[in-house]
């Protein structure tokens, strides 16, 4: 179980796992609750450049799409075959299973804190 | 109270609630804006909801739809003016679903509408249509020796959708027929041999219900028309007795039951700008009735030639066309644009994506190959004929 203290977050509901130089980003549980069932998961490929603040992916759900923006510059290493394969994991384990992305990145734009993000969110 | 004089104006109010709105919540459920209501738009989960109707049975609270009653000697011919169809040809305890239709041809609402006695109407609006449709009968009946009142407020709506609604309506305690000497064995006969698109007037819990054989998920079911105040009652009695087999349902699950059953949905595929034979509707207007009727004159006409019609399309993958996007003939820069998808979803049911889209006549014909525009990328679609989803015999 991912300790979501832990990590940091998105004003676009994602959140961001640093691990030295990797960084695993996801969507948060209150973005998979707000999407509904997800049913469709786009991302890009190990190897593609993303630049902080652009759309890279999408979560489409039963009644819409969200988009996934790249919340740090850098080059996917990985990204979540199973997700893909099974998109109902954002919904079941957004913080866990259910990441999307696994990114090198050389530094960290400033991010939202654990409590700043439930302040965003109102929880 | 009703507002018969007009004097009340609950559509401004923002925030309507349901009288089962605190059942909702104490469920957990995530709740959505619709036409100024806030009603439940998921439980927990659309997929498991849809599943649900599908396989078992769901419930579903629609009390944010209008019911306006109309009364008197000349109430058939009063509809028979206002409405698209014959409603004097429907019998008592009978329904019909009928299109209110502007002056030149639109459709203003679709509605269901239910004969309740001789001289005794109950049409059932949409809820962002309430007030249009109340005024429009007050409008058109008053030649007619009859009223017209908006009871929508003393009116809760509860659906019991799926292949286990009979026997779950069955199993429920606290129904009867109405009338002297009723009990529950009358009850559940009456019940099993109500017909699709027939009423029983009932008793729950000793008020009356109007147990309707009617619903918008493309599965068996029953709507159930009741006092505000017992509405909660109800929802928990049906709960109780289904356990398992009944799962509450939001208006997700809703549209995506609806959108499989290739049902409309007003303002997606209905609207004022169209006629209601370029949505496959032309049936529901009775051109064969005597005398004339609102829009009549514009209906005879038709649409303009090449006027857009309503088709069925799939796709394979999982990416859903969406409201709004675009539909063309090809997936090259020269391709034209034939239409628009006016609701999507990737079908529960089906595994694949579905859609309905207004497209030019010419390329409307069942399996012809088109493309719609999903943000970008052009996602081969084929023209498939509606329904999507027809429930086994």
Redesign the interface.
Known sequence: MTDRTDLQYTEEHEWVKVDGETVTIGITDYAA?KL??V??V?LPAAGTAITSGTVVG?I????S?GELFAPVDGEVVESNQAVVDS?ELV?SDPFGEGWLLKVTAASLPKLLSHDEYRALTGE | MTDATGTTDPGTATERRSPLDEVHRAAGASFTDFAGWQMPVRYSSDLAEHRAVREHAGLFDLSHMGEILVVGPEASDALDYALAGKLSAIAEGQAKYSLLLARDGGVVDDLVVYRTGEDRYMVVANASNREVVAEELRNRTSPFDCEVFDESDDVALIALQGPDALEVLQQTEGFGVQGPGNDDEDFDAALEGLKYYRALAAEFDGEPVLVARTGYTGEDGFELYLSPDRAARLWEALRETGGPRVVPCGLASRDTLRLEAGMPLYGHELSRDILPVQAGLGRVVALSKEGDFVGRAAIEQGPADGAPVLVGLTAEGRRAPRAGYEVYDGDGDDARRVGEITSGALSPTLGHPVAMAFVAPDAAEPGSQLFVDVRGTRIAASVTPLPFYKRGA
Not at chain 1, 60 to 63: D, V
């Open positions: 609750e509904g069932d049913v469709y786009d999408e489409e759900s039963t009644k799409v998109p919904n």
